[in-house]
């Protein structure tokens, strides 16, 4: 009978005191980062748009290989919270500076893959996304300054990522808002060409990207090193890891990077269908994804948090608390975001008035905002219970399957059956897409009932 009424118990929606304290202190803090993080996105894409459609589209698919990246290396960063939130749990300190080491390595690896051909080809990468040569033009000049920015990632996300896992938030969140207000001012400053500086269009918009990634790097860097923090490590730390930890972290974390990649890959290949649709569509796509990240913030804290303290409950081998604590985030996810979705509908007008871009853009915005609106609370749930409850749980393969079906056997067939066969509208095509996020909160409902997501991934570490 418990487990058929866990969802609607009546032990309150933020638990008891221990668990509102403990959540609020995760969730509050990594919810303000990406908070100012969304910030500086729309900002950035607000600024973008007052260039054009062909700016906003060129912007938008440039960024793709940057979000393939950024996934990849958020999933080590997954990766990266799964074992120290365990190891912290468990109180094994010394195995710490083991996987931060591994987590470098492994993500200035990917970084190199993807930094060299976006520099040296920013062309051909962009042709690959669309035909219009405008767009490919107005990209390539924002790909190759910004691609030097993914080897300054690498850092801000292996180390923020360790943090948090040990309960330090505060330095990610501080580091990432000098980072965002560097961003926006240079942004400004170089896309119109301020204080007597010539304007340089997207161009602008990559430098100052990539000026602001190496602040906030700098900063994590010099507050850990300073304080010699625990996730701090030295280079003969690099080659002083266990052929266990790699071959239990590559089992997990490599199918979930693997995962990442192709899920990623997949998410971005919706943009060329986009893309090949028309040039308004992928603009108005684009607008949409970074106004949908905004109301997105709350959910990547409260994930966040349920991994940690998920992870955290499983390495004390309390797998009752760390099962009833997943039911409490999802409680939260819930009534949250059917809040998140009512105020996106009303707010359509506003959040799109500063974009100076056609009639056609922003008619097609408006329609695409009202289907992100509705879909926001399957999406939610379906994040907290993948990226919180079953990665920290180490229930790694399970949530491959969820997101590689949801993308490759729904979102895809779909995306291309409606925009390039049936051509409908791209509101219906973007509606027809984000079904795969239904079918993956359903599937989450009963895997987290099931409890088979628990999973003691250090156990005999």
Not at 197 to 223: D, H, N, Y
Request: hydrophobic share 55%.
């Amino acid at each position: 009978m418990q487990d058929r009424t866990a969802l609607t118990r009546s032990s309150g929606i933020f638990g008891d005191r221990e668990f509102r304290k403990r959540f609020l202190s995760i969730a509050i803090p990594v919810t303000l980062q990406q908070f100012l993080t969304s910030s500086l996105n729309l900002t950035n894409n607000i600024l973008v748009g007052q260039l054009g459609d062909a700016s906003v589209a060129a912007v938008g698919l440039a960024n793709q290989v940057y979000f393939i990246l950024n996934v990849v290396l958020l999933g080590i960063g997954g990766g990266i919270s799964v074992y120290i939130s365990q190891f912290w749990g468990s109180r094994k300190y010394d195995q710490i500076k083991k996987v931060v080491s591994l987590s470098m390595i492994i993500t200035m690896t990917a970084a190199l893959i993807f930094f060299i051909p976006s520099f040296a080809a920013p062309r051909f990468i962009l042709s690959l996304f669309s035909k219009d040569m405008s767009v490919i033009g107005l990209g390539s000049e924002y790909l190759r300054p910004v691609s030097i920015s993914f080897l300054l990632m690498t850092f801000s996300i292996c180390f923020s990522s360790a943090l948090r896992s040990t309960g330090n938030v505060r330095l990610p969140l501080v580091a990432n808002f000098v980072g965002i207000v560097v961003n926006t001012v240079l942004n400004y400053v170089l896309i119109f060409g301020k204080l007597g500086l010539p304007a340089m269009g997207v161009a602008g918009s990559a430098i100052a990207t990539v000026v602001a990634r190496l602040i906030e790097s700098l900063i994590i860097l010099w507050a850990v090193y300073a304080s010699n923090n625990i996730v701090s490590i030295k280079p003969k730390d690099l080659f002083n890891i266990s052929a266990d930890l790699i071959k239990r972290f590559f089992s997990t974390s490599g199918e979930l990077i693997a995962k990442d990649v192709v899920w990623a890959t997949g998410t971005s290949i919706y943009m060329v269908i986009y893309a090949l649709m028309s040039t308004e569509a992928a603009a108005a796509v684009n607008i949409t994804s970074t106004i949908r990240s905004m109301t997105f913030v709350f959910f990547q804290g409260v994930s966040n948090a349920c991994l940690i303290m998920v992870g955290n409950k499983i390495g004390e081998n309390d797998n009752d608390t760390a099962y009833e604590y997943a039911l409490r985030f999802l409680r939260i996810t819930l009534v949250i975001s059917a809040a998140v979705g009512c105020i996106l509908i009303f707010s359509r007008p506003l959040v799109l008035a500063p974009y100076k871009v056609s009639q056609t853009v922003i008619d097609n915005a408006m329609g695409l905002l009202v289907v992100a609106a509705v879909i926001v609370p399957f999406q939610s749930f379906a994040s907290v219970a993948i990226v919180g409850a079953m990665r920290g749980g180490g229930d790694i393969r399970y949530t491959i399957f969820l997101d590689l079906a949801a993308v490759w056997f729904i979102g895809m067939p779909l995306a291309w059956l409606g925009g390039l066969v049936l051509h409908l509208d791209i509101v219906w095509v973007f509606l027809l897409v984000s079904l795969q996020e239904v079918f993956k909160a359903v599937l989450c409902y009963w895997r987290i009932r099931s409890k088979k997501w628990i999973n003691n991934v250090v156990h005999g570490i």
